[in-house]
C-alpha cells in the first residue's frame, strides 16, 4: 500500500506562482512513475505532468514552459512548480503514481487562480 498526502495548493493571482508537493509513505520502493493530473468543474481529469525515477518528464501541452515537475527519490516526494498560472489553470490537482503496477491517488488539493 501507498499513501499519498498532498499540500501546497490554494488562492492565487493571475501570474503568480504555487508549489504543490506530494509525499508517498507506506511502501514508497519501486514508486513508479510519478504525476501530477488536474480536474476542473464539468471537465474530465487531465494529466499536468509525469517524471520517471530516472528523471524523464512529459508536459501537458498547456503547461510547458510553466509548469516544472520534479522529484526527491530519497524522500519519495514529487513537486510542481507552477508559475505563469492562468485563470484555466485552476483545477484540483491530483498526485499520481505507480507502484508494481497498481495506481495510487491522492486526495487532490485545489489550486484557484483569480483575476
Known amino acids: ?23 508517498a509513505s507506506g511502501s514508497p520502493s519501486s514508486i513508479n512513475p510519478m504525476a501530477w493530473y488536474r480536474q476542473a468543474p464539468g471537465k474530465e481529469r487531465e494529466l499536468v505532468a509525469s517524471i520517471t525515477i530516472s528523471g524523464y518528464k512529459n508536459y501537458a501541452d498547456s503547461v510547458k514552459g510553466r509548469f516544472t515537475i520534479s522529484r526527491d527519490n530519497a524522500k519519495n516526494t514529487v513537486y510542481l512548480q507552477m508559475n505563469s498560472l492562468k ?7 491530483y498526485c499520481n503514481v505507480f507502484r508494481l503496477g497498481v495506481m495510487y ?5 485545489q489550486v484557484t487562480v483569480s483575476s
Open 1 to 23: 500500500q501507498v499513501q499519498l498526502v498532498e499540500s501546497g495548493g490554494g488562492l492565487v493571482q493571475a501570474g503568480g506562482s504555487l508549489r504543490l508537493s506530494c509525499a
Open 87 to 93: 485563470l484555466e489553470d485552476s483545477a484540483v490537482y
Open 105 to 109: 491517488w491522492g486526495q487532490g488539493t
